[in-house]
């Protein structure tokens, strides 16, 4: 029999692959159907970026809210798309250089406001942590009420798109990463003097609480952003498909 940890690690990991993967597709795959739909690259560019604005709002003001609370001074938010050579950029914040500490700060702060967003969307909106629970406990009767309610929620879509857009804008770009591995050699500094300080056994003892916590924190919120996925992903499947079969063109990704 699994150990209950063990199952949690292997649900983590589960859900991390697949909102790596579902990033990774939407964004090549919206491109591509945009792409078919209007034969003009600009103009694809344009509505990809248009479709995702309210997330890539979030994602620029998050870093802009972050840095000015930190003190750290910020130039003009674009959120404007833009080619730079073969990747697209959906906006930018200009950040003046800072300590490594803060830098980790303002990089991840657009992971921590969209998954704020989500919680509460998911929990007052949709009732997705029943929904979940249900799902992990292999109760299926009570998943699909739970979705049939979520269904019924008052302006279901409009908030299902905003989940959409937050979710798949909301993972943090290699520059936003750029300062982590020094905060991550840091915490790993201070753990080993506390270690080597006698505070091992109480040291194990907080760090399996936060992490048990924060492991159940990004599979439910992982959780609810794949599930509210489903019909946006499906409908750019489903064009792109009729696109390629109406106009005989087709789009390769590399």
């Known amino acids: 029999m699994i150990a209950p940890v063990l199952w949690m690690l292997i649900e983590l990991m589960a859900v991390l692959a697949l909102l790596l993967w579902a990033d990774r ?3 090549r795959h919206l491109q591509g159907a945009m792409l078919l739909l209007t034969n003009d690259t600009e103009i694809a560019l344009w509505l990809y970026a ?3 604005f309210p997330g890539v709002l979030l994602h620029e003001l998050s870093h802009a809210v972050v840095a000015a ?5 910020i130039g003009k938010i674009n959120i404007l798309p833009r080619r730079m050579g073969n990747r697209i950029q959906l906006g930018f914040v200009p950040i003046q250089e800072t300590d490594f500490l803060r830098a980790s700060m303002i990089g991840a ?3 921590f406001f969209g998954s704020t967003v989500i919680f509460l969307l998911g929990q007052f909106v949709f009732g997705t942590p029943e929904m979940i629970a249900a799902l992990l406990q292999a109760d299926w009767l009570t998943a699909v009420q739970g979705l049939r309610t979520a269904f019924h929620a008052p302006d279901m879509w409009l908030w299902a798109y905003l989940v959409f857009a937050v979710g798949n804008t909301m993972l943090p770009s290699n520059s936003d990463m750029h300062a982590w591995p020094w905060l991550v050699g840091m915490l790993l500094g201070i753990a080993a003097i506390i270690l080597l300080a006698g505070g091992g056994a109480l040291l194990l ?3 399996s609480r936060m ?3 924060a492991v159940r924190w990004v599979i439910l919120l992982g959780g609810s952003t794949l599930l509210v996925d489903i ?3 499906a409908c750019v499947f489903l064009l792109e498909k009729l696109l390629v079969r109406l106009k005989g063109q087709y789009i390769v990704y590399r």
Not at 69 to 73: I, S
């Open 205 to 207: 003892d907080g760090l």
């Open 211 to 213: 992490l048990t916590l």
């Open 109 to 111: 702060a657009p992971l």
């Open 25 to 27: 597709w939407l964004h």
């Open 231 to 233: 019909p946006f992903f």
């Open 69 to 73: 609370l930190l003190g750290v001074r």
């Open 50 to 52: 248009l479709i995702l």
